[in-house]
């Protein structure tokens, strides 16, 4: 029987078509321009009526740290207690190395006094004002003295990030604008939140531009064409216009801070994964073009074998993302929700748009290649892909279905990727807002000359809040507790009762009531990052035993400012990672058993995705930890790239092994395995580079977060893509054999399907 003639069920990694898909793939036909014009006017409309996510986006804290957090309610108690906060997260910083001068010194006191005193006008922003000098030893720890003053701003809670910062640059206008003021410019975590979304603002276009012509680039060099491109951009464009108007209704609906990092994970999302089931599509239209159908046979055939494996990978992918709904965070809750609604825009999209596509431009599509060849001749693509298909053509696909050698390439990558997974053992997560920006970025300038001044520690102190009768009375004991805390690790410098007392400290470190004091924590290190984490808190852990060997037994001790709400959120963030772990796995493993009909094979698929995860984790672990000197990963990076990785994973095992699933009911499975998985492996490599480059080109946007997280999800999906459905599925496939589908008994070959291959249909 010849390749052109031979059923449909025998053609390598052709599914079989069942009644209902091929009814769907009827509909789509017959309503092809209804459904193009539909899309289109969806789109229109959405983007003409609906708020978009950057409108309802939010730019605060909100999403980050809960109202209960203890170290929120420990700073609102302390502002009641003493009417005045010492919690500044935005900071005027002048700083000059020879010296401020007397006058500049002086003005900066007497700007703060005209801010609290209300004897000029101001920006009502702006509630009051606190200028620190390294002058006098009012900080003994300064590595500095008179080269800096830090004025503290208070602000509005009722503004937004952006609207602060342009308060406080409003200020240094309006008091501090000469020379010799010296003024660097404005740090502290609330301007630098206000710039990281500005900066993912102003890097969005060049993202989607960038990962446009990427898609188009290795679309076209896949297919040889200028018009498949086309197809893969239009369906990803309408995807993202319906997702970002959708995503941004439901935040407006809901008052949901939807975060900032959301879009441009979107972006890369939706035009990977939309690309990637393009290219599934496309790639079945040619092999029915190139087997001689016609045009609407071959768009027929495309859509009914392609859209449920399509409908079922994006469902899977959209579920494991919902996963982060099991988190406590509502960081992760707001994540969740955004990605899983791109891809389910993106699956409908794909499963209605591009086959009504293919229906209109059939052989069109392919233009100006002829898709003149049969389906076991060598198609056109790109190196990489030319690559795989040789490699797993012939001989080596063959080897690779021998029990014995099989078994060492399951060794061989099974070991390598608990080697790259490693360094995961000692990761470290912070938050670390200023260094995750450009070192040229104002806030980032700002705050290193803050810390030459003083202490890097200096642009957030922590505040430690003491309650007890009497307390105000305690000075000898308070003074020991302050040298107990100064002399802690990692602690730079401590203010607080020790300290000579004035009116001016009596009403910032006592309370006047006298049940209460407070000190101010300068720390070493960057406060979010993850030393200053740790060593806060061993700070907290010692606390207990430095109140009794000051003798302040029954005294209350609580904890305020960033470095304590970023210890909440790391503790948070582990807490959560049990329950998001065992969400997205049970989605995944039930989404896999569901569609593949078996038990065996979906747990060793699994395992395999898990393998490639934690290989790319930790890899991203050794590259900015231990080779780029970075103070840990920023929390969600782990949690966003594990949640994804392991969804992708399970996309990529249904249309992969479910090739194989179909060919082992007519074939043994070794003979199955070596004719579905080169033609799968061929089309996931492809489908797999690109979404590579999609993530990877988020290291566009010039902050951290974003770097760690292109890299995560390029490593994580190469490494899947070439070592794991290359050449660690297949393995374990050989060594499993037909015990992969139990408890069903449906890939144990009978003479009869062999002799008789209609018989398999039945």
Same mark, same amino acid.
């Given at each position: ?19 209902? +898909? ?133 602000? @509005? ?275 670390? #807002?200023?260094? +995750? ?112 060997? @000051? ?43 569901? #569609? ?83 033609? +799968? ?29 292109? #890299? ?46 209609? +018989?398999?249909?039945?």
């Amino acid at each position: 029987m010849s390749a052109d003639r031979r059923p449909a069920a025998l053609d390598p990694a052709r599914p079989r078509e069942g009644p209902l +898909s091929s009814a769907y793939a009827g509909l789509v036909l017959r309503l092809r321009w209804i459904i193009v014009l539909g899309w289109l006017g969806i789109a229109t409309a959405a983007t003409l009526v609906l708020p978009s996510i950057a409108d309802e986006g939010g730019d605060d804290l909100g999403g980050l740290i809960p109202r209960d957090n203890p170290a929120i309610r420990t700073e609102l108690r302390a502002l009641d207690m003493f009417g005045f906060p010492l919690t500044g997260r935005t900071i005027v910083v002048q700083h000059d190395p020879q010296g401020l001068t007397p006058v500049a010194q002086a003005r900066s006191v007497l700007a703060a006094a005209a801010v609290n005193q209300r004897q000029r006008r101001d920006d009502a922003v702006v509630l009051g004002a606190l200028p620190v000098p390294n002058t006098l030893g009012l900080f003994p720890s300064a590595s500095e003295r008179g080269t800096t003053v830090l004025t503290y701003l208070f602000m @509005s809670p009722r503004t937004s990030f952006l609207g602060q910062q342009r308060a406080a640059q409003h200020y240094v206008d309006t008091y501090l604008s000469g020379r010799d003021d010296a003024v660097v410019g404005v740090t502290g975590s609330i301007p630098a939140r206000a710039q990281q979304g500005r900066l993912v603002q102003a890097a969005l276009p060049t993202m989607e531009l960038l990962t446009v012509l990427a898609v188009v680039v290795l679309v076209g060099a896949n297919f040889r064409s200028l018009v498949a491109p086309l197809i893969a951009v239009t369906a990803v464009a309408i995807s993202f216009v319906v997702t970002l108007r959708i995503a941004g209704l439901v935040g407006h609906l809901l008052g949901v801070s939807v975060p900032g990092e959301l879009e441009p994970l979107i972006v890369a999302l939706l035009l990977g994964v939309v690309t990637d089931y393009a290219i599934f599509f496309l790639s079945a239209l040619r092999r029915s073009l190139g087997n001689g159908e016609e045009r609407f046979a071959a768009a027929h055939r495309a859509t009914a074998s392609f859209a449920p494996i399509v409908l079922a990978a994006g469902l899977t992918v959209a579920a494991g993302t919902a996963a982060l709904l099991a988190a406590q965070s509502g960081f992760f809750r707001a994540f969740g929700p955004g990605m899983a609604l791109a891809v389910l825009a993106g699956v409908i999209v794909s499963v209605t748009l591009v086959p009504a596509l293919l229906a209109i431009l059939g052989r069109r599509a392919l233009w100006p290649s002829s898709a003149r060849f049969s389906a076991r001749d060598e198609m056109p693509g790109p190196a990489p892909t030319l690559l795989f298909s040789r490699v797993f053509r012939g001989r080596t696909i063959t080897l690779l279905t021998r029990p014995r050698l099989a078994a060492a390439v399951f060794v061989v990558c099974t070991a390598g990727l608990v080697l790259a997974g490693l360094p995961l053992r000692h990761i470290q997560l912070g938050l670390s #807002f200023t260094p +995750s920006l450009p070192a040229s970025n104002s806030v980032s300038r700002a705050a290193v000359a803050a810390g030459a001044g003083f202490a890097p520690g200096i642009v957030s102190p922590t505040t430690l809040l003491l309650e007890g009768n009497g307390l105000g009375a305690r000075l000898p004991e308070l003074r020991r507790l302050q040298g107990l805390v100064r002399d802690q690790p990692g602690v730079a410098g401590v203010f607080g009762p020790g300290e000579k007392v004035t009116p001016l400290v009596l009403g910032v470190v006592l309370a006047r009531n006298g049940d209460a004091a407070r000190m101010l924590i300068v720390l070493q290190d960057e406060p979010l990052g993850a030393a200053a984490i740790d060593r806060f808190a061993a700070l907290r852990a010692a606390m207990p035993s430095l109140l009794a060997r @000051s003798g302040l037994r029954g005294v209350r001790a609580d904890f305020a400012g960033d470095t304590a709400l970023a210890a909440g959120i790391i503790t948070e963030t582990r807490a959560d990672l049990g329950r998001i772990a065992l969400a997205a796995l049970v989605v995944n493993l039930l989404l896999l058993v569901i #569609f593949l009909r078996a038990l065996v094979a979906p747990l060793y698929l699994l395992a395999s995705s898990v393998l490639a995860l934690t290989g790319a984790l930790g890899l991203t672990t050794w590259l900015f930890q231990d080779v780029l000197g970075h103070d840990g990963l920023t929390f969600y990076v782990p949690f966003a790239a594990a949640v994804l990785l392991v969804a992708l994973g399970s996309d990529y095992n249904i249309f992969g092994v479910g090739h194989v699933w179909e060919e082992a009911r007519h074939r043994p499975m070794r003979e199955a395995i070596a004719v579905a998985v080169p033609e +799968s492996t061929r089309a996931i490599t492809a489908a797999a580079i690109t979404l590579a480059v999609s993530f990877a080109l988020l290291a566009v946007v010039p902050l951290r977060p974003f770097r760690e997280l292109a #890299f995560a999800m390029a490593a994580g999906i190469l490494l899947d893509a070439i070592v794991v459905r290359s050449f660690l599925v297949p393995a374990m496939l050989t060594l499993v054999g037909p015990a992969s589908g139990w408890p069903s008994r449906r890939l144990h070959l009978k003479a009869a399907q062999v002799r008789h291959p209609s +018989s398999a249909d039945g």
